[in-house]
C-alpha cells in the first residue's frame, strides 16, 4: 500500500512554503513518528512526521517551493522493516552513523544542529561532536567555523577581495516585506526615555534565588517590562490598538509580542493574556515560547495576534534605537543596554544603572501626549516596582 506525504495545513494565511532539507534519503525505511523533512513556512520552520512506517520514496526536492497539500513523497506501507533496523523506541537517543567518503565515521548531527550547519554550508564530517557518543549538539553547530566556502575572489594588490551570494530564506524575506510595509504605510515616530534601574536591580539580585527555587525559572527584567507595559496599557488602551480599514480596533486584553532572535531571523512569539498573569506565570511562558523559537519548534498559532511588542537590543549591546512596528500593531518598546551612568539626585550627583527606552508608534492611531505619557508611566513603574503589585 502507497501513502502519499502531502504539505499539511499550518495556519490560515499560510498558502505556500518552503521544502527545506529531507531528513530521510530515498528508498531508506522510516518508522512511525520519525521526522521525514522539514519545511519552513513565512514566520517558521517544521519538521514533518511519518504518518505510518515504511519505505520512503521522494518525489520533491529540497529547496521547491510548494503548495498546501501539495505530494512530496511517498511511503511504502506494505514494505517490511529491515531486520537489522532498530525501532525508533531505540535509535531515538542514539547517534547515527555514516561512512564518508575517507571511510571516516561522521556522527549525524541532531535536527536543529543540521539546520545550522546547513545555513553555514558546513559539513558535519568538519566538526567534532561534544554530546553523548560524539554527537554534533546545536552549541556546536553555532560555534562551527566553515574551513571553506564558495565565494568569489577579485586580486588586488592589496589581496583578494571575496563575496558571496545566498539565497534568502523564506524567513528572511517575509521579514523584510513586513519591515518595508511598516514602514511605507504607517505614519510611525519614536518617542524616548530613560529608566533607572537601581530598585528593579536591588529587588531582583534580593529575591532571584528564592523565585528561581519556588518557581523553577529564572527572574529577569523582561517579565517586569511586560507586566509594566500592560498596566500601562490600562490607562492608554490607543497603544494596544490597530487600524483595521477606517475602524479602530480596541483590545482589553494584552497579547503580548516578545522579539526573540532565532539562528534563522527574528520571530515575536505571543505571551497571552500578559495583564492577568504574574511575574512568574510571565517568566515560564517567556522562557517556553523562546525556546521553541530557537529550536524551530514554535507554531504559527503561537506567533499570531499579538497587540503590542517588546524587543530588547541590550542583550547585544545595542545603547540606542527606533524599533520598527509589529504591523498590525500600533506600538513597540525597546530596551537597551543599562550602563552606569552619572546623574543628578536630590542636588548631588550619583552613579546609577541606566537604561534608554524607545517607544515607536503609528501617530495615526496614537497622539504624542498618549505616547510620551505610556512610556513616563512605564518609566514611574519600573523605577518603583512595588507599584506594579499594588497596581497603582
Not at 501539495?70 to 547517534?95: C, H, R, Y
Not at 532571584?208 to 519556588?214: I, L, R, S, V
Amino acid at each position: 500500500m502507497s501513502l502519499e506525504l502531502k504539505i499539511p495545513v499550518i495556519g490560515e494565511s499560510v498558502t505556500e512554503v518552503t521544502l527545506s532539507s529531507w531528513m530521510k534519503k530515498d528508498g531508506e525505511y522510516v518508522n512511525e513518528g520519525e521526522s521525514v523533512c522539514e519545511i519552513e513556512s513565512d514566520k517558521a520552520s517544521m519538521e514533518l512526521p511519518a504518518p505510518s512506517s515504511g519505505i520512503l520514496k521522494i518525489l520533491a526536492k529540497a529547496g521547491d517551493e510548494l503548495k498546501i497539500g501539495a505530494i512530496i513523497g511517498e511511503l511504502d506501507t506494505s514494505a517490511a522493516k529491515p531486520v537489522n533496523q532498530p525501532s525508533i523506541e531505540k535509535t531515538v537517543n542514539a547517534p547515527v552513523i555514516v561512512e564518508s567518503k575517507t571511510d571516516k565515521k561522521v556522527e549525524i548531527p541532531s535536527p536543529a544542529a543540521k539546520k545550522i550547519l546547513d545555513e553555514k554550508n558546513i559539513s558535519a564530517a568538519a566538526v567534532s561532536g561534544t554530546g553523548k557518543d560524539g554527537r554534533i549538539t546545536k552549541e556546536d553547530a553555532v560555534n562551527a567555523k566553515a574551513e571553506a566556502v564558495e565565494v568569489t575572489k577579485i586580486a588586488t594588490s592589496n589581496g583578494n577581495r571575496q563575496k558571496r551570494n545566498e539565497k534568502m530564506t523564506r524567513l528572511r524575506k517575509t521579514i523584510a516585506s513586513k519591515l518595508v510595509e511598516a514602514k511605507n504605510t504607517t505614519a510611525m515616530l519614536t518617542t524616548f526615555n530613560e529608566v533607572d534601574m537601581f530598585a528593579l536591580m536591588e529587588l531582583r539580585k534580593k529575591y532571584k534565588d528564592t523565585f528561581k527555587e519556588k518557581h523553577g525559572v529564572g527572574l529577569g527584567f523582561m517579565s517586569f517590562f511586560t507586566k509594566a507595559c500592560a498596566v500601562a496599557i490600562k490607562d492608554f488602551p490607543s497603544v494596544n490598538a490597530q487600524i483595521n480599514g477606517d475602524e479602530i480596533i480596541f483590545h482589553n486584553y494584552v497579547d503580548m509580542g516578545i522579539a526573540v532572535s532565532t539562528p534563522k531571523g527574528l520571530v515575536v512569539p505571543v505571551v497571552r493574556n500578559a495583564e492577568t498573569l504574574s511575574l512568574a506565570q510571565i517568566e515560564k511562558e517567556i522562557l517556553g515560547l523562546a525556546t521553541k523559537a530557537r529550536d524551530g519548534k514554535i507554531s504559527m498559532d503561537e506567533m499570531s495576534g499579538g497587540t503590542f511588542s517588546i524587543t530588547n537590543g541590550g542583550v547585544f549591546g545595542s545603547m540606542l534605537s527606533t524599533p520598527i512596528l509589529n504591523i498590525p500593531q500600533s506600538a513597540i518598546l525597546g530596551m537597551h543596554n543599562i550602563v552606569e551612568r552619572p546623574v543628578a539626585i536630590n542636588g548631588q550627583v550619583v552613579i546609577r544603572p541606566i537604561m534608554y527606552l524607545a517607544l515607536s508608534y503609528d501617530h495615526r492611531i496614537i497622539d504624542g501626549r498618549e505616547s510620551v505619557s505610556f512610556l513616563k508611566k512605564v518609566k514611574e513603574l519600573i523605577e518603583d516596582p512595588s507599584r506594579l503589585l499594588l497596581d497603582i
